[in-house]
């Protein structure tokens, strides 16, 4: 098996193992889920085969975003490597904060899904390289849809995934009809939260950039998220984001899911089954786009290093070794980042979402609309985004556990966005 990997090693790095010489320490900041932390256990034969020591520090999606971000933006050296997504590659490339990534041929770059490529690149340089890409869809136990007599259809009604969801729901037996997100922040239950808003004919901001969250769409979809979710979703839904439903899933509490098109690789119930996400009326931007994806801060000392560690992490080796690798196999392989992946018949055997999660990918609309005049589906690509996300997800949040009503809310949430695009002179 070290064989096997060392060769798939040095294809990917277009080195011999007699690089090990030149060791080195890299410390790579990452989010804590599933993908990464079996990364973690994975990379040990690149340790191995080159002699770079790698110092993991895996933290909470909204916990790693502060750091991160804090620290690149201020170049505080903290971390040779660090994931971001969609929303930070392109501004922080086009700020200096990154270094643009170069890799040779046999990377295959054309390999990569257009929409991560383009997602994650300003003027068609790429910043940073994805680790797994995703959109979202629903997941639903079919076993239960079958029992009660209910079908979820692909980009079905609101109305009729909450009559699904009030089917299924029997929490005395430990069954909630629906878990959605509902901890706060831009990237939690934001993400979800947009991809409701967009649906219902809502957008964060018109053509002017002023925010346009006390409007009908926003009250009619907040309304419906607060009802749908306090009256058919577990207790505490306000704490919970994917690796917290992903959790109760696998325990057998949830109905339906409506998430990371990713969360399907780590689904251990029997019955699930897939179907694009639902909408109000308007489908463009129901479904989100992300990758985590892996840069290099702009300025570090182990820059060649830390790339060459990316082009192994996101190469088609990579893939291949976690494939063979004797704890995982194909099932456990990233996804949405490489069309070859869907190519392996192997794969295909193991990998029941394949068709779903490539359809919800190909569909995902990111470009400015005239509904919504901005890059980005699940997040409106401008540095000012994050603070603004970030103090509405904690009205959501609010609502969402009835601490306010959802009028008071959003009225919050809109005084508090128009402060901070006026302030950055948008107005």
């Not at 390289?129 to 259809?153: H, I, W």
């Not at 893939?319 to 980042?337: E, L, M, N, Q, R």
């Amino acid at each position: 098996m070290k064989s096997l990997r060392n060769t798939a090693l040095n294809l990917a790095l277009g080195v011999a193992g007699a690089s090990s010489a030149f060791a080195t320490d890299l410390t790579i900041a990452i989010v804590n889920n599933g993908h990464m932390i079996n990364m973690q256990k994975v990379a040990e034969a690149y340790t191995a085969d080159t002699g770079v020591n790698l110092n993991w520090v895996s933290l909470e999606e909204g916990v790693l975003r502060e750091q991160v971000t804090s620290d690149t933006a201020t170049g505080g050296g903290q971390y040779d490597i660090i994931n971001i997504g969609m929303q930070e590659a392109p501004i922080w490339g086009a700020a200096g904060w990154i270094e643009a990534l170069n890799f040779g041929a046999d990377y295959d770059i054309d390999d990569m899904l257009p929409a991560m490529r383009n997602g994650l690149s300003h003027e068609g340089t790429l910043y940073a390289a994805p680790f797994y890409g995703e959109s979202s869809m629903v997941m639903y136990r079919k076993d239960l849809t079958d029992a009660v007599g209910v079908t979820v259809r692909d980009n079905d009604s609101w109305a009729n995934i909450k009559g699904a969801a009030m089917a299924m729901h029997d929490p005395d037996n430990g069954v909630y009809g629906a878990c959605l997100r509902g901890k706060p922040g831009w990237g939690d239950n934001m993400a979800f939260i947009t991809t409701m808003v967009n649906s219902f004919g809502g957008a964060w901001f018109d053509a002017d950039m002023r925010p346009t969250i006390d409007s009908a769409a926003w009250h009619e979809a907040i309304n419906f998220y607060v009802d749908l979710l306090g009256n058919y979703g577990p207790p505490g839904s306000e704490g919970n984001s994917f690796n917290e439903i992903l959790a109760l899933y696998n325990e057998g509490k949830c109905g339906m899911w409506i998430d990371a098109t990713i969360a399907a690789s780590f689904l251990e119930v029997d019955g699930v089954a897939y179907a694009q996400s639902p909408n109000a009326g308007n489908p463009v931007g129901a479904n989100w786009l992300w990758a985590w994806a892996m840069a290099v801060p702009a300025g570090s000392p182990n820059a060649e290093e830390s790339m060459k560690f990316i082009e192994w992490a996101t190469s088609k080796a990579y893939i291949k070794a976690v494939a063979d690798h004797p704890d995982f196999g194909w099932g456990s392989v990233p996804t949405g980042t490489r069309a070859s992946t869907y190519a392996y018949s192997e794969f295909q055997a193991v990998a029941g979402f394949a068709a779903a999660e490539m359809a919800a990918i190909e569909s995902a609309a990111p470009a400015a609309t005239e509904l919504k005049p901005y890059v980005g589906v699940q997040f409106a690509a401008i540095p000012e985004f994050p603070e603004v996300g970030s103090a509405v997800a904690q009205e959501m949040a609010a609502a969402l556990s009835g601490a306010k009503s959802v009028s008071d809310a959003l009225e919050a949430s809109q005084a508090a966005a128009d402060a901070i695009m006026s302030e950055a002179g948008y107005y």
